[in-house]
């Protein structure tokens, strides 16, 4: 864990906090405060390194989170950038999270004549939970 300290002109500060939000896991609300100076904000928060990459939209690259619980939706993570829908990229190279459900699946679920994987929800959601379980804070 570490403490991050950031001082931006105003017009910045939903650009910097967006940022924040997806390149670190944070593990506090971004506080904001004005600086010494009057004139810019100073942002304070709390962080984790990320272990998997933010998730990005597959049509402009830019981040994107899911809000709204368990009936919600995607959004950009900057609400100024888009004309278009929210549409997460469906697997990332290099997101050890995927990866390791993704083995999991291969090595534990059946398989057809034509390499293809059977499985119902439940397998892979019982897969996916087994991998989840192993990671730190589970």
């Known amino acids: 864990m570490f403490e991050i300290r950031v001082i931006c002109e105003p017009t910045d500060v939903a650009k910097v906090s967006s940022d924040l939000t997806l390149a670190f896991g944070l593990t506090k609300e971004i506080r904001d405060y004005a600086a010494r100076d009057g004139r810019r904000r100073r942002l304070y928060t709390e962080a984790?390194?990320?272990t998997a990459p933010p998730?990005?939209?597959s049509?402009?690259?830019e981040g994107v989170?899911?809000?709204g619980g368990r009936d919600g939706w995607w959004v950009h993570a900057?609400?100024?950038t888009p004309d278009h829908e929210a549409t997460p990229v469906y697997w990332q190279d290099g997101d050890r999270l995927m990866e390791a459900i993704a083995a999991a699946?291969?090595?534990?679920?059946?398989?057809?004549?034509n390499g293809l994987i059977r499985a119902t929800a439940q397998d892979i959601a019982a897969v996916a939970a087994s991998v989840a379980r192993l990671l730190?804070?589970?």
Do not use: F, K
Not at 105 to 113: F, N, Q, S
């Open 65 to 67: 989170r899911w809000v």
């Open 105 to 113: 699946v291969r090595a534990y679920c059946r398989t057809d004549a």
């Open 59 to 61: 049509v402009c690259s």
């Open 78 to 80: 900057r609400m100024d």
């Open 55 to 57: 998730v990005l939209c």
């Open 136 to 138: 730190p804070g589970s």
């Open 48 to 50: 984790t390194h990320r």
